[in-house]
């Protein structure tokens, strides 16, 4: 971490003293009173901020305070219903992200904008072509492919090779390109000084990515501008010079690092003051000696795992934490059933053998419910409405008279019970999930379970992408499901809700188990000692 | 819960919504108006209960294709089903004197041919569109072979009572059935299991594998009520038309897509519903029967149909839910 002391409002001058915007101490970028409404509902209100040269800017604020739609506003993929925005003092209305990009500014998307089927270089150079064309007005491909190799190079990607079609890297890398292409778009434009904005970048990253992310953005720090939106709070602190926070549409406050902590932004956020306890370990129940099993694993072998053996007990919360291709989430598809899943050893689920074969019928069957990693694709339908989604796995259990007709005053008596329970808010039960914050999408994810009052529920990342009010809420709910007799299986990138939630943690590295740890509430391990067995 | 109204507010159904539900319907009524004011016998009585003839059929086809396409697949060979199920129908009256017996056994084709479909598409793993388009032509060459090459006649009166007779008042008994198996059809996509599994396989295959529903019996039931429905739809056009010719059910798959998407039921599936297809049915129906009784060229017609077709699809489909729109 760079030691530059931070003096409020005149800090540009300790910075860089080459940048010759920072001399001028004039703000880079001016929003002003800028507004944006979809289909009449405002999602930003008159919205006014500045960004400064050399500075690592953060905007913090739950889903559905408009942090995206800035950005999008920013970097000229949104036009502003009203308001203005100034870039080094001259009027600034880009015609779509490429003049933004020629203009100095580029942007890290939250779901990757990349091409599957085109060449690395092709995507990080996609719609800019034009600046390798040569005097006959062809595209120099080997200029862009180097450009990209030192792109790559500079982050860290050197294994990345550019002339490879994306879709043969996995998730994580992609992940990268997709940073990568913000800086190698930078420098094609030879901007001096530009300013990239990142859209919650490490939602889907852990570990040594995320490092590498974070040490190339503090090694830009001289150079040019960021704009960082991120959900994970540790971060803002990690990096951020100065924090807005938005709020229902509103910047109501600015915080300078010397004012900045957790808590502080969490209750500007939320309205409310983080409980102490946010992972509640307060209600942590004990291991017990003599505790019921639920899920019992052995030998599960095959597809990215090798040798995995463990056991789950009732009302335990069991996390499983590792570093990308370690094998976990396999694990969690292995006992659901979610093709494809490593085949080998066996499962037992409730004292149910699971077979290989529509092992996801089998498993439900059994008592299991399975929250899936990405809720878009794998947890709902967007497109159907939430009572819908909610009762899509226990419509068997509400036929009426026995014949495959719908009782619908139950569908609609169930669903409107968990609702209340999950406090999931929607005003109309039949509205589209497309149209709810991802926060209420998770909880009808887990409103679907819930229904069926699962004997097991495997969790992938459940609190991905969701802001700190909800995420508090699926905690309280895990303490509830544990108290119940509920067995959690919690599969977590993030290593502080790993810790805090869970009762027993296992690590993975490569496909197999490497140390057990207990995390009774008042002994938890530290992320430094996971970390350490993790890499 | 004003902060849960606040919080909901900011994501509201758009209005543009709202419009497409009622697009078709302002669409039909558009069509109403024009084609009464050109001319007064387009009001008529008699010309109602023609509309009511000429459209009984393609309901069918249209309900039928409406499981289909819920699913996010498609059926082409309902046209060939058609005829090869009137093809059928016509012989077993005409050469085994079958009567009323032939209605089960154009059930049967129908349901034979929705499970070869069925077959090819999820056990064969070939993609419905290129599955359905060779179907089309096996059981096109299937209604050759067992039909000669010849129109088929033959006389019975309990065919013709069901297709011409009027059972309640002065329904046309062939729009009565029609109405009546829609109804059931439209009854199973809205209030059963499998009627909102449709919507689940159709919308996100991963999310209803993992929720443990049998995503292959589902699309196989869709190809069998395709099939099915078509069958049925054969039947009752040979019934009322007393002769099968070869290629008299091939018009019917170019309307059914198109009274299935200006229904609202779009092409990748997921969205819509089987009670759609009435809407979608009765605007192209109103749009054959008018120029007809407007008197416009039968091959203007077919100019003037697609082009409103274009022009109700590109209105009607909503863009927003359709991830593909090639």
């Given at each position: 971490m760079s030691s530059v002391t931070m003096t409020g409002e005149g800090h540009v001058a300790a910075r860089s003293p080459t940048s010759a915007f920072a001399m001028a101490k004039t703000p880079r970028l001016v929003v002003e009173g800028v507004g944006k409404?979809?289909?009449?509902?405002?999602?930003?209100?008159?919205?006014?901020?500045?960004?400064?040269?050399?500075?690592?800017?953060?905007?913090?604020?739950?889903?559905?305070?408009?942090?995206?739609?800035?950005?999008?506003?920013?970097?000229?993929?949104?036009?502003?219903?009203?308001?203005?925005?100034?870039?080094?003092?001259?009027?600034?209305?880009?015609?779509?992200?490429a003049a933004a990009v020629r203009s100095g500014i580029s942007m890290v998307f939250q779901e990757q904008a990349l091409v599957p089927n085109i060449?690395?270089?092709?995507?990080?150079?996609?719609?800019?072509?034009?600046?390798?064309?040569?005097?006959?007005?062809i595209v120099d491909r080997?200029?862009?492919?180097?450009?990209?190799?030192?792109?790559?190079?500079?982050?860290?990607?050197?294994?990345?090779?550019?002339?490879?079609?994306?879709?043969?890297?996995?998730?994580?890398?992609?992940?990268?390109?997709?940073?990568?292409?913000?800086f190698a778009l930078a420098s094609l434009y030879r901007i001096a000084e530009p300013i990239i904005l990142l859209d919650e970048p490490t939602?889907?990253?852990?570990?040594?990515?995320?490092?590498?992310?974070?040490?190339?953005?503090?090694?830009?720090?001289?150079?040019?501008?960021?704009?960082?939106?991120?959900?994970?709070?540790?971060?803002?602190?990690?990096?951020?010079?100065?924090?807005?926070?938005?709020?229902?549409?509103?910047?109501?406050?600015?915080?300078?690092?010397?004012?900045?902590?957790?808590?502080?932004?969490?209750?500007?956020?939320?309205?409310?003051v983080r409980s102490t306890h946010y992972y509640k370990e307060d209600r942590q129940r004990p291991v017990a000696e003599e505790a019921t099993l639920a899920v019992e694993v052995r030998n599960l072998s095959g597809r990215g795992v090798k040798e995995v053996s463990f056991v789950l007990n009732r009302g335990e919360v069991l996390g499983i934490g590792g570093l990308l291709g370690c094998g976990k989430e396999d694990v969690g598809q292995a006992i659901a059933g979610a093709v494809p899943f490593p085949e080998g050893g066996e499962v037992f689920v409730n004292g149910s053998a699971?077979?290989?074969?529509?092992?996801?019928?089998?498993?439900?069957?059994?008592?299991?419910?399975?929250?899936?990693?990405?809720?878009?694709?794998?947890?709902?339908?967007?497109?159907?409405?939430?009572?819908?989604?909610?009762?899509l796995a226990m419509l068997t259990r509400l036929r009426r008279f026995g014949l495959p007709w719908i009782d619908r005053s139950s569908e609609i008596e169930h669903v409107r019970k968990e609702m209340t329970r999950l406090r999931i808010k929607a005003a109309d039960p039949m509205q589209l999930c497309v149209y709810l914050s991802g926060g209420n999408q998770q909880k009808v994810v887990l409103a679907k379970w819930l229904m069926r009052s699962p004997a097991v529920l495997?969790?992938?990342?459940?609190?991905?992408?969701?802001?700190?009010?909800?995420?508090?809420?699926?905690?309280?709910?895990?303490?509830?499901?544990?108290?119940?007799?509920?067995?959690?299986?919690?599969?977590?990138?993030?290593?502080?809700?790993?810790?805090?939630?869970?009762?027993?943690?296992?690590?993975?590295?490569?496909?197999?188990?490497v140390r057990e740890y207990a995390a009774p509430a008042d002994r938890k391990p530290s992320e430094d000692e996971l970390i350490r067995h993790m890499v | 819960m004003t902060s849960a109204s606040q919080e909901l507010s900011r994501r509201a159904m758009p209005r543009s919504d709202l419009l497409m539900l009622f697009l078709p319907l302002i669409l039909l009524l558009a069509q109403i108006v024009v084609f009464g004011l050109i001319n007064d016998r387009f009001f008529s009585f008699p010309n109602a209960l023609n509309l009511m003839r000429q459209s009984a059929v393609l309901l069918l086809v249209a309900s039928g294709l409406n499981f289909v396409i819920l699913i996010g697949s498609i059926d082409l060979s309902i046209g060939a089903i058609v005829t090869l199920s009137a093809i059928v129908v016509a012989l077993l009256v005409r050469d085994l004197g079958f009567g009323l017996w032939s209605l089960p056994a154009a059930a049967l084709v129908g349901l034979t041919a929705g499970a070869v479909n069925a077959f090819f598409n999820l056990i064969g793993r070939v993609p419905s569109f290129l599955a359905t388009l060779g179907t089309m032509g096996i059981f096109t060459g299937i209604s050759n072979i067992i039909g000669g090459g010849f129109n088929i006649h033959f006389e019975d009166p309990v065919l013709g009572w069901i297709a011409a007779g009027r059972l309640i008042g002065p329904i046309p008994n062939v729009a009565l059935w029609s109405l009546i198996l829609f109804g059931v059809v439209s009854a199973i996509g809205a209030r059963t299991l499998f009627g909102r599994y449709l919507y689940a396989v159709g919308g996100g295959e991963t999310v209803a594998t993992l929720s443990?529903?049998?995503?292959?019996?589902?699309?196989?039931?869709?190809?069998?009520?395709?099939?099915?429905?078509?069958?049925?739809a054969g039947f009752l056009l040979v019934a009322r038309a007393g002769t099968a010719t070869q290629r008299m059910g091939d018009s019917l798959m170019l309307d059914a897509?198109?009274?299935?998407?200006?229904?609202?039921?779009?092409?990748?599936?997921?969205?819509?519903?089987?009670?759609?297809?009435?809407?979608?049915?009765?605007?192209?129906?109103?749009?054959?029967?008018?120029?007809?009784?407007?008197?416009?060229?039968?091959?203007?017609?077919?100019?003037?149909?697609?082009?409103?077709?274009?022009?109700?699809?590109?209105?009607?489909?909503?863009?927003?839910?359709?991830?593909?729109?090639?």
């Amino acid at each position: 971490m760079s030691s530059v002391t931070m003096t409020g409002e005149g800090h540009v001058a300790a910075r860089s003293p080459t940048s010759a915007f920072a001399m001028a101490k004039t703000p880079r970028l001016v929003v002003e009173g800028v507004g944006k409404a979809y289909g009449g509902v405002p999602v930003l209100k008159s919205v006014s901020l500045e960004v400064r040269p050399c500075e690592i800017l953060g905007i913090a604020g739950e889903n559905g305070a408009g942090k995206s739609t800035m950005l999008r506003i920013i970097s000229g993929i949104v036009r502003p219903d009203s308001g203005t925005l100034r870039l080094d003092g001259n009027p600034f209305a880009p015609i779509g992200y490429a003049a933004a990009v020629r203009s100095g500014i580029s942007m890290v998307f939250q779901e990757q904008a990349l091409v599957p089927n085109i060449a690395v270089y092709e995507n990080l150079f996609l719609a800019h072509e034009k600046a390798f064309r040569n005097r006959f007005g062809i595209v120099d491909r080997n200029a862009a492919i180097a450009a990209a190799a030192r792109a790559l190079d500079d982050l860290g990607l050197g294994h990345i090779n550019p002339r490879r079609q994306l879709r043969e890297f996995g998730f994580e890398d992609r992940q990268m390109i997709e940073i990568a292409r913000a800086f190698a778009l930078a420098s094609l434009y030879r901007i001096a000084e530009p300013i990239i904005l990142l859209d919650e970048p490490t939602a889907a990253i852990a570990g040594k990515e995320v490092e590498a992310l974070f040490n190339r953005v503090e090694a830009f720090r001289g150079r040019g501008s960021f704009v960082l939106v991120t959900h994970r709070l540790s971060e803002y602190l990690r990096l951020c010079d100065r924090v807005y926070v938005f709020k229902d549409g509103e910047n109501i406050d600015e915080v300078g690092r010397d004012r900045m902590n957790e808590e502080r932004l969490h209750e500007l956020m939320v309205g409310r003051v983080r409980s102490t306890h946010y992972y509640k370990e307060d209600r942590q129940r004990p291991v017990a000696e003599e505790a019921t099993l639920a899920v019992e694993v052995r030998n599960l072998s095959g597809r990215g795992v090798k040798e995995v053996s463990f056991v789950l007990n009732r009302g335990e919360v069991l996390g499983i934490g590792g570093l990308l291709g370690c094998g976990k989430e396999d694990v969690g598809q292995a006992i659901a059933g979610a093709v494809p899943f490593p085949e080998g050893g066996e499962v037992f689920v409730n004292g149910s053998a699971l077979p290989v074969k529509r092992r996801i019928e089998a498993a439900i069957a059994a008592g299991l419910g399975y929250v899936p990693r990405e809720r878009k694709a794998e947890g709902l339908v967007p497109y159907l409405p939430l009572r819908w989604n909610a009762s899509l796995a226990m419509l068997t259990r509400l036929r009426r008279f026995g014949l495959p007709w719908i009782d619908r005053s139950s569908e609609i008596e169930h669903v409107r019970k968990e609702m209340t329970r999950l406090r999931i808010k929607a005003a109309d039960p039949m509205q589209l999930c497309v149209y709810l914050s991802g926060g209420n999408q998770q909880k009808v994810v887990l409103a679907k379970w819930l229904m069926r009052s699962p004997a097991v529920l495997i969790l992938q990342n459940p609190t991905r992408g969701i802001d700190v009010g909800t995420k508090e809420e699926i905690y309280s709910l895990i303490r509830d499901l544990s108290e119940a007799g509920v067995a959690i299986l919690l599969i977590s990138d993030d290593l502080p809700e790993l810790i805090g939630i869970s009762s027993r943690i296992l690590l993975m590295r490569e496909g197999t188990i490497v140390r057990e740890y207990a995390a009774p509430a008042d002994r938890k391990p530290s992320e430094d000692e996971l970390i350490r067995h993790m890499v | 819960m004003t902060s849960a109204s606040q919080e909901l507010s900011r994501r509201a159904m758009p209005r543009s919504d709202l419009l497409m539900l009622f697009l078709p319907l302002i669409l039909l009524l558009a069509q109403i108006v024009v084609f009464g004011l050109i001319n007064d016998r387009f009001f008529s009585f008699p010309n109602a209960l023609n509309l009511m003839r000429q459209s009984a059929v393609l309901l069918l086809v249209a309900s039928g294709l409406n499981f289909v396409i819920l699913i996010g697949s498609i059926d082409l060979s309902i046209g060939a089903i058609v005829t090869l199920s009137a093809i059928v129908v016509a012989l077993l009256v005409r050469d085994l004197g079958f009567g009323l017996w032939s209605l089960p056994a154009a059930a049967l084709v129908g349901l034979t041919a929705g499970a070869v479909n069925a077959f090819f598409n999820l056990i064969g793993r070939v993609p419905s569109f290129l599955a359905t388009l060779g179907t089309m032509g096996i059981f096109t060459g299937i209604s050759n072979i067992i039909g000669g090459g010849f129109n088929i006649h033959f006389e019975d009166p309990v065919l013709g009572w069901i297709a011409a007779g009027r059972l309640i008042g002065p329904i046309p008994n062939v729009a009565l059935w029609s109405l009546i198996l829609f109804g059931v059809v439209s009854a199973i996509g809205a209030r059963t299991l499998f009627g909102r599994y449709l919507y689940a396989v159709g919308g996100g295959e991963t999310v209803a594998t993992l929720s443990g529903i049998r995503v292959q019996a589902v699309k196989a039931g869709a190809f069998l009520m395709s099939g099915l429905m078509s069958g049925v739809a054969g039947f009752l056009l040979v019934a009322r038309a007393g002769t099968a010719t070869q290629r008299m059910g091939d018009s019917l798959m170019l309307d059914a897509i198109a009274a299935v998407v200006i229904g609202g039921t779009a092409l990748s599936g997921g969205v819509g519903g089987i009670h759609r297809a009435i809407i979608g049915v009765l605007v192209i129906a109103v749009m054959s029967n008018g120029l007809n009784v407007i008197g416009v060229d039968f091959f203007l017609q077919t100019i003037i149909k697609g082009a409103i077709v274009i022009v109700a699809v590109a209105l009607t489909l909503d863009r927003s839910k359709s991830e593909f729109v090639k």
